[in-house]
């Protein structure tokens, strides 16, 4: 027994090192390229929060919106070797090179040591695990802690006692706090351990209170966390209903894609879906849980009201969990691939995977333990998938589980193939052939998916002040896709940061052309306006900004500034008024709406909005003085001391 457990040892030792060798070489082709070290959308976002919590801000000022472990790991890891990406992604290519551990334990739980070395070997050339791993985002250590769990899971499976079922049950609890559908899987997990038979009814009843007590003791600080700051009852995330909404609204497509009025963009989603909620109840506030409840029932309206199109959009959805194409989100892998070379060299892919695994999984069969388990897992995380939206990282944890299957299918084929048992093979041929068509059906090509990394790489060239280069980049960009708006957009911004002022306005209204919603190319645009002091023409773009948007906080900022430089100061006012409303923390809100009020002679007023400005953003303390709309508050020196 000694000899066997060591020999386990020995080989999860070899895969983490092959794992690890992989991945260290992944790390020094992406070192220093502007495509992985620009930060967006979600990396941005746990970017920004870690900082926050660096800075003192632990328990953070609302309900969580966004799965909450990721930004605190970064957040500690910034602590102890500064503000870096390199030493975030060192951390997780070892832990991602613990995963080729875990699978092998993993394959062998399900088919004993043949199949958890088949199991690890292509876990080592399934070049998308590496792609997460070396890369800022939650993917990477999640998958770590989910692999982590599907192991206690069935080596729980395999015993009759409590303790095994509420490690796994901890170990649940920690991977949901990186992908917080796997809540909707915990229920299951324990109907399983109560039904499934084995030890007698009360024994299993107290196995399933064990691994859900596990599961509470690792999500109840987060759902006191959450009551102590927002004074609302959510487990961990309040982001359930609109995540279901984007997938079933009537612009949904079945990916991430913007529903009316809402901008899927970290810094503005919650607090779009937020306004928008308050805008169709006519409510002046509403909880997180009540925001997320009401895009919930929105949702469950639009299928309700259009089953055709509902039913469309769920098969497709479903269609595309199993297909071999990557949908690209924060990262596009087949950009990645043209980056780093290595990637190419690793060519296991979700179509064979599923194909295979699929096959293997239902091998299983005679084992109703083992294989009503792994079935359960895999079905239980397709129906927590694909009613909301898809992407490619979506289904990395269920890709694991089909590996073993992919590995206990070539076994089986090895065996058949020595017994000579032709007929059996023939019989297998025929469903995965099928699997393997219909998850390489041609959906997208990936060449068409290149348009969002070139304007990565655009706007990464702008940070260094290259604004030049970046246009090159945005018109790169649009070669692969014309109407993408965030190459339009960000291109007037190449244009306008190199004062080529008509051209920038030919990409904001080439932007709006496709998208009248695109707020940013409105103030943008406007702005250009209001600096030539063509004051009724960005009146009137801003009035069309509100017009597409009326929660547009910014745009009401734009033309309380139109109406304000024509001294129409009582219609600048309310315009500033309803960009508080919207967004009580503008601070230029507050700064222009001082301003007002300081020419309407209402000085009470305006000391208190020049002092919220100046909290909000210190540097308009050091603009006040300077300012002449400002005079009637005293002296440039008294209004500095004012607001020291």
């Not at 997180?288 to 959009?313: C, D, H, T, V, Y």
């Not at 992407?391 to 589980?401: D, E, G, K, N, Q």
């Not at 906080?553 to 006012?573: C, D, N, T």
């Not at 300012?627 to 009637?632: E, F, G, V």
Request: a positive charge.
């Amino acid at each position: 027994m000694m000899i066997k457990r060591s020999e386990d040892w020995l080989y999860a030792a070899g895969l983490f090192l092959l794992a690890l060798v992989i991945r260290l070489i992944f790390l020094a082709q992406i070192e220093g390229q502007p495509y992985f070290e620009t930060l967006l959308l979600d990396p941005q976002a746990y970017d920004i929060r870690a900082q926050e919590i660096l800075g003192g801000d632990w328990l953070g000022k609302t309900v969580f919106y966004q799965d909450p472990l990721y930004p605190y790991f970064l957040a500690i890891v910034y602590k102890i070797f500064g503000i870096a990406a390199f030493p975030v992604r060192l951390i997780q290519i070892v832990l991602g090179s613990l995963n080729a551990v875990l699978v092998y334990f993993i394959g062998k739980r399900l088919g004993g040591r043949r199949v958890g070395i088949l199991t690890g070997a292509l876990f080592l050339v399934y070049g998308l695990f590496c792609f997460y791993d070396g890369v800022i985002g939650k993917d990477g250590p999640g998958l770590f802690l989910i692999n982590l769990a599907l192991l206690a899971l069935f080596w729980a499976a395999a015993r009759e006692r409590p303790w095994p079922w509420l490690l796994a049950g901890l170990t649940f609890g920690l991977a949901a706090l990186t992908r917080g559908n796997l809540l909707l899987i915990t229920p299951l997990i324990a109907l399983w351990i109560f039904l499934v038979p084995g030890p007698k009814l009360s024994k299993r009843f107290v196995l399933a209170v064990c691994f859900i007590l596990g599961l509470v003791l690792i999500i109840s600080p987060v759902t006191i966390r959450n009551w102590v700051v927002g004074r609302d009852l959510v487990l961990t995330t309040a982001q359930a209903g609109q995540n279901f909404y984007i997938g079933n609204n009537p612009r949904a497509g079945g990916f991430f894609e913007n529903p009316k009025h809402i901008r899927l963009e970290p810094q503005y989603e919650e607090d779009d879906f937020r306004q928008e909620a308050l805008r169709l109840t006519g409510r002046q506030e509403m909880k997180p849980s009540e925001i997320s409840s009401f895009w919930m029932r929105q949702g469950l309206k639009f299928i309700w009201e259009n089953p055709g199109r509902a039913l469309e959009l769920f098969s497709h959805k479903t269609a595309m969990f199993f297909n071999n194409f990557e949908v690209p989100d924060n990262y596009n892998y087949y950009f990645a691939k043209e980056q780093a070379p290595l990637l190419k060299w690793l060519p296991l892919s979700f179509g064979l995977t599923v194909s295979f695994g699929l096959i293997g999984l239902a091998l299983l069969w005679p084992d109703r333990r083992r294989f009503s388990l792994a079935a359960l897992f895999f079905l239980g995380y397709l129906i927590s998938i694909a009613p909301f939206h898809m992407a490619a990282r979506y289904r990395m944890p269920v890709t694991l589980l089909l590996l073993c299957g992919t590995a206990i299918t070539l076994w089986w084929v090895y065996d058949r193939l020595r017994a000579k048992q032709w007929p059996r093979l023939i019989l297998a041929v025929i469903p995965l052939a099928i699997l393997i068509t219909l998850s390489h059906w041609p959906f997208y090509s990936p060449a068409k998916t290149m348009d969002s990394p070139y304007t990565t790489l655009g706007i990464a060239a702008a940070q260094t002040g290259d604004h030049e280069k970046a246009a090159q980049y945005y018109k790169q960009a649009l070669e692969v896709n014309p109407k993408y708006i965030q190459a339009l957009y960000n291109l007037g911004n190449s244009y306008l940061a190199q004062e080529k002022y008509d051209l920038a306005k030919e990409q904001y209204l080439r932007t709006l052309s496709i998208n009248p919603e695109f707020i940013p190319a409105y103030l943008n645009l406007g702005k250009i306006y209001l600096d030539f002091e063509h004051f009724e023409t960005a009146q009137t773009i801003f009035e069309k900004a509100i017009k597409n948007n009326p929660l547009a906080a910014k745009a009401y900022v734009g033309l309380g500034l139109s109406l304000h430089s024509r001294k129409r100061f009582q219609e600048a006012r309310d315009a500033y008024d309803k960009a508080l409303a919207l967004q009580p923390a503008e601070a230029e809100a507050h700064y222009n709406l001082a301003c007002v009020l300081a020419q309407l002679n209402l000085v009470n007023e305006a000391w208190k909005h020049l002092r919220t400005a100046s909290r909000l953003r210190p540097d308009l303390a050091l603009q006040a003085p300077k300012d002449p709309d400002l005079n009637p508050l005293g002296s440039p020196e008294e209004i500095r001391k004012q607001l020291k």
